[in-house]
């Protein structure tokens, strides 16, 4: 009964693992989720590498842009000061974010722009309904449409990029129609700041570039011309961890742990050794066993490491 239990225990885990491993992300902005609300497609592009914390952003942002996509909390003190120096080095940030907590960046770098947080609507110029708005790209040389998804506005810019029609207007009590204190357009949506040697561009919609939205009017071109030739870096600090996103990122560490030779020695070892003691059978053959069995499966294998590691095991 106890061998039943254990070997139950033993493929529930094996069976949980995988399918963490293999069932597809789905949280926002996520480079590995393939559904409308992820950027599998950003990632397909760009080849990006994912930030997990600020101190592997590179000091020096030469050729390199910071992709801020959809932050759902606020900037810090340190995260600020490791932004400003890859700006002042010539890095290129791109700051996507409709819900204004980009601002507390924006404020930190001393910046008199802000993103505003209430939502823009376009009756007339939209693609499917007003919550979709166009919006005119204006670059050096060429005016095209991109399409915005619930997109707030950016107040103070003095040079914008991206801007809604005149028949736009900003929803401020939220009744999905334009009241006579309610402002209207065109207002700014994308804005460019230079910055010492580097730049500094934020749009007031996260979702411009998610998988639903990229291939929207002009968006992905729009996205292609201002990244260039540059690596691309994604902040991942500043999305919400999901439980299941969580439970995924710690499978993931656990699977790349097993890429050294050490742990994947250890770990068919151990194995080994809790298959043979659930087994009857004399210590002598187990010993025996254990060691032969892994290097008739694998005779590549140093014999001295494998010994090592079942006289370490079998001590624990």
């Not at 005149?166 to 334009?178: H, Q, R």
Request: include cysteine.
């Amino acid at each position: 009964m106890r061998k039943v239990i254990l070997l139950s225990l033993a493929l529930s885990v094996v069976t949980c693992i995988a399918l963490l491993a293999l069932y597809p992300e789905s949280a926002d902005f996520r480079l590995e989720n393939p559904f409308w609300n992820g950027m599998s497609e950003v990632d397909t592009i760009l080849k990006p590498t994912l930030l997990n914390s600020y101190a592997e952003l590179p000091p020096v942002g030469r050729n390199l842009t910071l992709l801020l996509i959809g932050p759902n909390r606020n900037f810090t003190t340190y995260e600020v000061e490791a932004i400003a120096r890859f700006i002042y080095s010539g890095g290129q940030v791109i700051l996507a974010d409709e819900l204004g907590f980009g601002n507390s960046l924006l404020e930190n770098l001393n910046l008199h722009i802000r993103i505003n947080g209430n939502l823009v609507l376009d009756p007339l110029f939209k693609e499917r309904n007003a919550k979709l708005p166009k919006a005119r790209y204006i670059s050096d040389n060429y005016v095209t449409e991109v399409i915005l998804n619930h997109a707030s506005i950016i107040q103070g810019c003095d040079r914008p990029i991206l801007q809604t029609s005149s028949f736009s207007y900003l929803d401020a009590n939220m009744n999905n129609e334009w009241d006579p204190q309610e402002w209207k357009g065109p207002f700014t949506v994308g804005c460019v700041l230079k910055i010492e040697e580097g730049e500094l561009i934020v749009f007031s919609d996260s979702s411009l570039f998610i998988n639903s939205m990229i291939d929207r009017g002009s968006n992905r071109e729009l996205l292609l011309n201002i990244i260039g030739n540059r690596r691309v870096l994604v902040d991942s600090t500043h999305w919400s961890q999901t439980t299941l996103t969580m439970a995924r990122g710690v499978v993931v560490q656990f699977i790349n742990v097993l890429s050294s030779l050490e742990a994947r020695y250890a770990l068919i070892l151990s194995a080994l050794i809790i298959i043979v003691r659930l087994t009857p059978m004399r210590w002598k053959t187990r010993r025996k066993i254990l060691v032969e069995d892994v290097l008739r499966l694998n005779p590549s294998w140093n014999r001295d490491i494998l010994e090592g590691l079942a006289r370490e095991i079998r001590h624990d």
